[in-house]
């Protein structure tokens, strides 16, 4: 009986090793080449998978780069501190990554650069002294006041405003609600009033049902912003369900695939996101140069950034890669073949 | 306390719905429209999916066992279905629904062989099988989305909508409800379970198979599951991988809630329906009664333990009272 | 006059409907081994947890070196120099010798931290004076039980205990290892111990303990010098009691041979035994715990599995594989410890005494409520369960009604043959007798019964004939009117027929 056990356990043990050698995504090593990871929040996540198309597009231009894909099952610091350590243990070139924690990665990321490979982040940052450059895909104040500036185009520039966020701890997310609070004091605004911020952790149930509990706590609720693709999902499905369109704006960040339906028929006029094609290549690009000598990763440093352009490196390493795009019913569908 | 109230409190299920009426009427001094009949008709509706689940929970806790697969089994056959109906919109939504249970129907099949025929204890096997699900639904979708522009309306409808002026949702649990009602307290299959779970050297002694209660009860749980997943991915018309991450304990506190002994052999369905409720109704006041969301999470793990440990405490006090009774 | 150590006087112990002890007196002297002797049940026992705190006597006082005292706790009679050495080793086997013996009372250095050295010291010393040959550091899985019983006493030693309570010593070990104990006993007693030898053995009383004390149902019956007596006289003491009144056994007509078991075997537990059963019979099974009874009735009906023998059932033979088939064949068995084998307490009674039968009971896997009902209310009332109603659970009733509901069950299956094993185990008198009664009149009704019992009088009173084991081979086969209490024991010791003991 013993020795059943044993055998199924291992059988287990090989399956859910398969399953995960294939979710990491490893290539056979090329010595020659430079190994480029880019490390997302999470595995399974529609942006970050066009991230990593992006980073494959850059390797291929760059020639002798190879792009690797990695990513925590779930997203938590953890797993990826986890997999900074294997890397460190791979020697790998460069790695770019999108935090969980803008904190709890610092000790590992250092630890890495002490081995002699490049670290910057993107899209989500890790802070000053645990990565070189940190890519933002776009201004911090730019997207906060873009979003303030698509949800009163939506309702006219009145009424009641609420944000739906992913976690309270999320860094870009309260980084972009700080500046909408500030935004919409502006005189254009008068008429409208940020009345609550809710949370609904990037789960489709948390987030549908807290964005009915905005419709209940505020029944003259104009407008919903939700800055995060799952969020923006479900408040546009809880808006449509209580039957509430046309009443009841939304807009947010989203991804054009996941949003075409509910930007098409006019539940969501209008939504933002920069492109995360371009951030994972922009990403690979950098970090490709910086390996290269090319660039050293100061303030000022000017990065050849292929189709991008070039990018400027900021204080502090913090560097913008540009402006959030407009999506709506015109251009969804075409984005929405893309990422 | 006068005697008719005494009475009433001997059962589990009533101290829950007192504890559930204390709950609500604390929610509803902060938010008064909560307690609208359309808002009390979304939280029935809110909890649906959980009340199937933890029914097949149920099971698997009746026999001493238990699913921490239950939220990767939902993923897993939510994702399928989705994929199915993206790629073949016209397949039938009742064929959709049924391939949804079959494939829950496999899953847990193959934890109820671990379980019963390899020997494997159940917290290891779902334990494992929770990754290893999750897992096959990474490698399935291949980290994309099935969201609402891929789904058909016939789809995204199966839970929408109304008859008999209830939600359909709601009405798909209510059938779950009656259904497991009478499969646990009318077949034999039932009995067994309650036998297998309350001793297990008894039920062997009077020719019950054990290996047979546990693959059924694990296959049931997975059948739950997986037509849980086409109610999922439907209602909230977005098929992802993170679907129902976490959802087992949720499952689990349901029935714990409901007074199941995790020990096995005793608890009933509508102790666990209750327990759902409960649940439901903090997960939908929480977001109403303007909390610090970095309270909330430890308010919901506080009121549960809070009504577990009442709960157990009111029992306690009539087991007492029982015993008295019979000295006398 | 040897000094008086420990002395309890008119000691009581009730629990819920069973009065356990009532007006006990027991002393125990130093320099003495004073033999507790009762039957299984006697209340021994409860005597033992009493006297280490584990239980507080209902009444009555415990007096150390003639000062009153209460033990509270069981660390109170360990301090008090109370130390009893149980029947199964209560030990943590993967730990160490010397973790074991000082768990609960380690030394400890000034600092406070713990002082393994000064213990390993410690147990060296007290395993070298056992003449052990075993390293303090070895862990108590690797021993056998011989050795973990001396690890035992090494332990009671430890604490310089002065009372030493042995309960039944022996009854796991080979001959060699008893001469070991004995030795040591006799070490112990020299030393001035006290020491309380709990035995059914009377080759082991006579050889080694000088006094003792009888006990039956809970109350003491008498005490004496062992060089006085006769083991006759023991015997008569352990079980004299007027056999008709509790034992209201009917005549019945033996009918043809139903069961017919012929050199079963069971490696480890019993070997060769054959036996046979009619009709109308209730034939009895003694023995002293370990001879192999249950393990034969269990194989029997299919828990374990015989290595070799052959069972015929109504001409028959029964190759049973498993519970379920050997219930289709019309057997049905009680289990010993209704507990862990007999009724589902989280249950209803209703679905208790139904549940062998559900698949009878259900059309296509439906049950038929009618006919559940039918049946428990048929047995239920016959077995005169007293209980609010069907459907409160069985844990709520007391241990005697939780019998009857098992013994309804297995009733309820219409069964050709009943074996009952220990069927009024640890029950109260009342229930006691209506469950002879009924045992009584079910075989009058031409039922096979196996009643497998540890209780003397019991055995005496109740059966048509008896068959005794000692040590998994069945020494003795009795009819009602040859048999007699002392030549039962002596058959179920493993002396022959007949033979007397000086």
């Given at each position: 009986?013993?020795?059943k056990?044993?055998?199924t356990?291992?059988?287990?043990?090989?399956?859910?090793?398969?399953?995960?050698a294939?979710?990491?995504?490893?290539?056979?090593?090329?010595?020659?080449?430079?190994?480029?990871?880019?490390?997302?929040?999470?595995?399974g996540?529609?942006?970050?998978?066009?991230?990593?198309?992006?980073?494959?597009?850059a390797?291929?231009?760059?020639?002798?780069?190879?792009?690797?894909?990695?990513?925590?099952?779930?997203?938590?610091?953890?797993?990826?501190?986890?997999?900074?350590?294997?890397?460190?243990?791979?020697?790998v070139?460069g790695?770019?990554?999108?935090?969980?924690?803008?904190?709890a990665?610092?000790?590992?990321t250092?630890?890495?650069m002490?081995?002699?490979?490049?670290v910057?982040?993107?899209?989500?940052?890790?802070?000053?002294?645990?990565?070189?450059?940190?890519?933002?895909?776009?201004?911090?104040?730019?997207?906060?006041?873009?979003?303030?500036k698509?949800?009163?185009?939506?309702?006219?520039?009145?009424?009641?405003?609420?944000?739906?966020?992913?976690t309270?701890?999320?860094?870009?997310?309260?980084a972009?609600?700080?500046?909408?609070?500030?935004?919409i004091?502006a005189?254009?605004y008068k008429?409208?009033?940020?009345v609550?911020?809710?949370y609904?952790d990037?789960?489709?149930d948390?987030s549908?049902?807290e964005?009915?509990?905005?419709?209940?706590?505020?029944p003259?609720?104009?407008?919903?912003?939700?800055?995060?693709?799952v969020g923006?999902?479900?408040?546009?499905?809880?808006?449509e369900?209580?039957?509430?369109?046309?009443?009841v704006?939304?807009?947010g960040l989203?991804l054009?695939?996941?949003?075409?339906?509910?930007?098409?028929?006019?539940?969501?006029?209008?939504?933002?996101?920069?492109?995360?094609?371009?951030?994972?290549?922009?990403?690979?690009?950098?970090?490709?140069r910086?390996?290269?000598?090319?660039?050293?990763?100061?303030?000022?440093d000017?990065?050849?950034?292929?189709r991008?352009?070039?990018?400027?490196i900021?204080?502090d390493g913090?560097?913008?890669?540009?402006?959030?795009?407009?999506?709506?019913?015109?251009?969804?569908?075409?984005y929405?073949?893309?990422? | 306390?006068?005697?008719?109230l005494e009475?009433?409190?001997?059962?589990?299920?009533?101290?829950?719905?007192?504890?559930t009426a204390?709950l609500?009427?604390?929610?509803?001094?902060?938010?008064?429209?909560?307690?609208?009949l359309?808002?009390?008709?979304?939280?029935?509706?809110?909890?649906?999916?959980?009340i199937m689940?933890?029914s097949?929970?149920?099971?698997?806790?009746?026999?001493?066992?238990?699913?921490l697969?239950?939220?990767?089994?939902?993923?897993f056959?939510?994702?399928?279905?989705s994929?199915?109906?993206?790629?073949?919109?016209?397949?039938?939504?009742?064929?959709l629904?049924?391939?949804?249970?079959l494939?829950?129907?496999?899953l847990?099949a193959?934890?109820?062989?671990?379980?019963?025929f390899?020997?494997?204890?159940?917290?290891?096997?779902?334990l494992?099988t929770?990754?290893i699900?999750?897992?096959?639904?990474?490698?399935?979708?291949?980290?994309q989305?099935?969201?609402?522009?891929?789904?058909?309306?016939?789809?995204?409808?199966?839970?929408?909508?109304?008859m008999?002026?209830?939600?359909?949702?709601?009405?798909?649990?209510?059938?779950?409800?009656?259904?497991?009602f009478y499969?646990?307290?009318?077949?034999?299959?039932?009995?067994?379970?309650?036998?297998?779970?309350?001793?297990?050297?008894?039920?062997?002694?009077?020719?019950?198979?054990?290996?047979?209660?546990?693959?059924?009860?694990?296959t049931?749980?997975?059948a739950l599951c997986?037509?849980?997943?086409?109610?999922?991915?439907?209602r909230y018309?977005a098929?992802?991988?993170?679907t129902?991450l976490?959802?087992?304990?949720?499952?689990?506190?349901?029935?714990?809630?409901?007074?199941?002994?995790l020990?096995?052999?005793?608890g009933?369905l509508t102790?666990?329906?209750?327990?759902?409720?409960f649940l439901?109704?903090?997960?939908?006041a929480?977001?109403?009664?303007n909390?610090?969301?970095?309270?909330?999470?430890?308010?919901?793990?506080?009121?549960?333990?809070?009504?577990?440990?009442?709960?157990?405490?009111?029992?306690?006090?009539?087991?007492?009272?029982l015993?008295?009774?019979?000295?006398? | 006059?040897?000094?008086?150590?420990?002395?309890?006087k008119?000691?009581?112990k009730?629990?819920?409907?069973?009065?356990?002890?009532?007006?006990?007196?027991?002393t125990?002297?130093?320099?003495?081994?004073?033999?507790?002797?009762?039957e299984?049940?006697?209340?021994?026992?409860t005597?033992?947890?009493i006297?280490?705190?584990?239980?507080?006597?209902?009444?009555?006082?415990?007096?150390?070196?003639g000062?009153?005292?209460q033990?509270?706790?069981?660390h109170d009679?360990?301090?008090?120099g109370?130390?009893?050495?149980?029947?199964?080793?209560?030990?943590f086997?993967?730990?160490t010798?010397?973790?074991n013996?000082f768990m609960g009372?380690?030394?400890?250095?000034?600092s406070?931290?713990?002082?393994?050295?000064?213990?390993t010291r410690?147990?060296?010393?007290?395993?070298?004076?056992?003449?052990?040959?075993?390293?303090?550091?070895?862990?108590i899985?690797n021993?056998?039980?011989?050795?973990?019983?001396?690890?035992?006493?090494?332990?009671?030693?430890?604490?310089?205990?002065e009372?030493?309570?042995m309960?039944?010593?022996?009854?796991?070990?080979?001959?060699?290892?008893?001469e070991?104990l004995?030795?040591i006993?006799?070490?112990?007693?020299?030393?001035?111990?006290?020491?309380?030898?709990?035995?059914h053995?009377?080759?082991?009383?006579?050889?080694?303990?000088?006094?003792?004390?009888?006990?039956?149902?809970?109350?003491?019956i008498?005490?004496?010098?062992?060089?006085?007596?006769?083991?006759?006289?023991?015997?008569?003491?352990?079980?004299?009691?007027s056999?008709?009144?509790?034992y209201?056994?009917?005549e019945?007509?033996?009918?043809?041979?139903?069961?017919?078991?012929?050199?079963l075997?069971?490696?480890?537990?019993?070997?060769?035994?054959?036996?046979?059963?009619?009709?109308?019979?209730?034939?009895?099974?003694?023995?002293?715990?370990?001879?192999?009874?249950?393990?034969?009735m269990?194989t029997?009906?299919?828990?374990?599995?015989?290595s070799?023998?052959?069972?015929?059932?109504?001409?028959?033979?029964?190759?049973?594989?498993n519970?379920?088939?050997?219930?289709?064949?019309?057997?049905a068995?009680?289990?010993?410890?209704?507990q862990?084998?007999?009724?589902i307490?989280?249950m209803?009674l209703?679905?208790?005494?139904?549940?062998?039968?559900i698949n009878?009971l259900?059309?296509?896997g439906?049950?038929?409520?009618?006919?559940?009902?039918?049946?428990?209310?048929?047995?239920?009332n016959?077995?005169?369960?007293?209980?609010?109603?069907?459907?409160?659970?069985a844990?709520?009733?007391?241990?005697?009604?939780?019998?009857?509901?098992?013994l309804?069950?297995w009733?309820?299956?219409?069964?050709?043959?009943?074996?009952?094993d220990?069927?009024?185990?640890?029950?109260?008198v009342?229930?006691?007798?209506?469950?002879?009664?009924?045992?009584?009149?079910?075989?009058?009704?031409?039922?096979?019964?196996i009643m497998?019992?540890?209780?003397?009088?019991?055995?005496l009173?109740?059966?048509?004939?008896?068959?005794?084991?000692?040590?998994?081979?069945?020494?003795?086969?009795m009819?009602r009117?040859?048999?007699?209490?002392?030549?039962v024991?002596?058959?179920a010791?493993?002396?022959?027929?007949?033979d007397?003991?000086e």
């Amino acid at each position: 009986m013993k020795n059943k056990i044993v055998l199924t356990m291992l059988l287990l043990a090989m399956v859910s090793g398969f399953v995960f050698a294939n979710g990491g995504g490893d290539k056979a090593a090329d010595a020659e080449k430079t190994k480029i990871v880019l490390l997302v929040k999470s595995l399974g996540n529609g942006f970050f998978e066009a991230v990593a198309d992006g980073g494959v597009e850059a390797a291929e231009e760059l020639g002798n780069v190879e792009s690797i894909y990695m990513g925590p099952s779930s997203a938590t610091a953890e797993g990826q501190i986890e997999i900074i350590e294997t890397l460190i243990a791979q020697k790998v070139d460069g790695i770019a990554i999108s935090a969980n924690d803008p904190d709890a990665l610092i000790p590992v990321t250092k630890k890495a650069m002490k081995a002699g490979i490049r670290v910057i982040s993107f899209d989500s940052n890790i802070s000053s002294g645990g990565r070189e450059v940190a890519l933002a895909p776009s201004d911090t104040n730019l997207i906060g006041q873009q979003q303030v500036k698509l949800i009163a185009e939506l309702c006219d520039y009145k009424g009641e405003i609420a944000i739906l966020s992913a976690t309270a701890q999320a860094t870009n997310q309260n980084a972009w609600i700080a500046v909408m609070k500030e935004a919409i004091k502006a005189p254009e605004y008068k008429d409208m009033k940020l009345v609550d911020v809710v949370y609904g952790d990037d789960a489709a149930d948390k987030s549908y049902r807290e964005a009915v509990g905005l419709f209940e706590k505020y029944p003259n609720l104009a407008g919903i912003i939700s800055p995060t693709t799952v969020g923006v999902l479900a408040a546009s499905k809880a808006i449509e369900d209580e039957g509430l369109k046309g009443k009841v704006q939304i807009t947010g960040l989203g991804l054009p695939s996941e949003m075409q339906h509910y930007i098409e028929n006019g539940t969501c006029g209008q939504m933002a996101l920069w492109n995360p094609v371009d951030l994972g290549y922009s990403s690979t690009y950098i970090l490709a140069r910086m390996i290269a000598g090319d660039i050293e990763g100061k303030a000022g440093d000017k990065v050849d950034a292929g189709r991008m352009g070039s990018i400027t490196i900021g204080p502090d390493g913090e560097t913008i890669m540009g402006e959030p795009f407009v999506f709506n019913k015109d251009n969804i569908a075409k984005y929405a073949s893309i990422f | 306390m006068n005697k008719k109230l005494e009475k009433i409190l001997q059962n589990r299920e009533l101290n829950l719905v007192l504890l559930t009426a204390v709950l609500l009427i604390a929610v509803t001094l902060r938010a008064p429209s909560f307690l609208a009949l359309k808002n009390i008709e979304r939280i029935v509706n809110d909890t649906a999916i959980l009340i199937m689940v933890a029914s097949g929970q149920l099971l698997v806790i009746l026999t001493g066992g238990i699913d921490l697969s239950v939220g990767a089994t939902i993923a897993f056959s939510g994702m399928a279905v989705s994929m199915l109906n993206q790629y073949n919109p016209s397949m039938p939504v009742v064929v959709l629904i049924l391939l949804g249970v079959l494939i829950g129907t496999l899953l847990g099949a193959f934890n109820g062989a671990c379980v019963a025929f390899g020997k494997v204890p159940p917290v290891i096997t779902t334990l494992g099988t929770m990754s290893i699900f999750r897992g096959f639904t990474f490698v399935l979708s291949k980290g994309q989305w099935v969201t609402a522009h891929e789904m058909t309306e016939a789809y995204m409808n199966i839970p929408k909508g109304k008859m008999l002026l209830l939600p359909n949702l709601t009405i798909w649990a209510i059938v779950v409800f009656i259904i497991m009602f009478y499969f646990i307290r009318y077949t034999r299959s039932g009995r067994e379970i309650y036998a297998v779970g309350g001793n297990k050297t008894a039920a062997h002694f009077v020719g019950v198979s054990e290996k047979k209660v546990n693959f059924m009860v694990f296959t049931i749980a997975g059948a739950l599951c997986g037509l849980a997943g086409v109610m999922w991915t439907a209602r909230y018309a977005a098929a992802v991988n993170e679907t129902a991450l976490g959802f087992e304990l949720q499952t689990v506190a349901a029935c714990v809630l409901g007074g199941v002994s995790l020990a096995g052999g005793a608890g009933t369905l509508t102790g666990v329906v209750m327990g759902a409720l409960f649940l439901g109704i903090i997960n939908n006041a929480l977001p109403v009664v303007n909390l610090s969301p970095f309270f909330q999470m430890g308010i919901q793990g506080f009121v549960v333990l809070a009504a577990i440990v009442a709960n157990v405490l009111m029992e306690q006090r009539n087991d007492k009272k029982l015993l008295a009774g019979r000295r006398r | 006059m040897k000094d008086i150590v420990l002395q309890l006087k008119d000691i009581a112990k009730y629990f819920p409907g069973i009065k356990a002890l009532d007006k006990v007196d027991f002393t125990i002297r130093t320099g003495e081994v004073h033999a507790l002797i009762g039957e299984n049940g006697a209340g021994k026992s409860t005597l033992v947890k009493i006297m280490t705190g584990v239980y507080q006597p209902t009444r009555g006082s415990i007096f150390r070196n003639g000062k009153s005292v209460q033990f509270k706790t069981s660390h109170d009679a360990q301090e008090a120099g109370v130390v009893a050495i149980h029947q199964e080793a209560s030990m943590f086997s993967e730990l160490t010798v010397t973790e074991n013996i000082f768990m609960g009372h380690h030394l400890k250095k000034a600092s406070g931290m713990l002082d393994w050295k000064a213990m390993t010291r410690h147990t060296a010393d007290l395993l070298n004076k056992l003449e052990l040959d075993i390293s303090p550091d070895t862990l108590i899985k690797n021993l056998g039980t011989a050795q973990r019983h001396m690890v035992e006493i090494a332990k009671a030693l430890s604490v310089d205990a002065e009372v030493v309570i042995m309960d039944e010593p022996t009854s796991a070990l080979s001959l060699k290892e008893v001469e070991e104990l004995y030795k040591i006993v006799r070490q112990l007693k020299n030393e001035g111990k006290a020491i309380v030898f709990i035995s059914h053995k009377f080759d082991e009383i006579f050889e080694i303990c000088d006094y003792f004390t009888v006990f039956r149902d809970g109350q003491y019956i008498g005490e004496g010098e062992v060089a006085k007596s006769s083991i006759d006289e023991i015997v008569k003491m352990m079980v004299g009691r007027s056999l008709n009144q509790m034992y209201p056994k009917k005549e019945a007509k033996i009918g043809e041979t139903i069961l017919d078991v012929e050199g079963l075997s069971l490696p480890g537990y019993f070997s060769d035994v054959s036996f046979n059963l009619h009709k109308g019979e209730i034939l009895g099974f003694f023995g002293l715990v370990g001879a192999g009874r249950s393990e034969v009735m269990r194989t029997i009906f299919g828990i374990d599995k015989k290595s070799a023998g052959k069972i015929t059932l109504a001409g028959e033979v029964l190759e049973t594989t498993n519970p379920g088939l050997a219930m289709k064949k019309g057997i049905a068995y009680v289990p010993e410890d209704r507990q862990e084998q007999g009724a589902i307490l989280e249950m209803s009674l209703s679905h208790n005494i139904t549940l062998p039968q559900i698949n009878d009971l259900s059309d296509f896997g439906v049950l038929n409520s009618k006919r559940e009902k039918n049946v428990t209310e048929e047995f239920g009332n016959k077995m005169e369960i007293k209980a609010a109603n069907w459907k409160v659970n069985a844990n709520t009733l007391s241990g005697g009604n939780q019998q009857k509901v098992v013994l309804a069950k297995w009733l309820a299956t219409n069964p050709q043959i009943l074996i009952l094993d220990e069927p009024t185990k640890g029950i109260d008198v009342a229930t006691k007798a209506a469950v002879h009664k009924f045992i009584s009149e079910m075989a009058g009704e031409g039922l096979a019964v196996i009643m497998v019992s540890s209780e003397l009088p019991e055995i005496l009173g109740m059966s048509d004939r008896i068959v005794i084991m000692h040590e998994g081979k069945v020494t003795s086969l009795m009819n009602r009117d040859e048999a007699d209490s002392d030549k039962v024991i002596l058959a179920a010791t493993g002396h022959g027929q007949g033979d007397r003991h000086e």
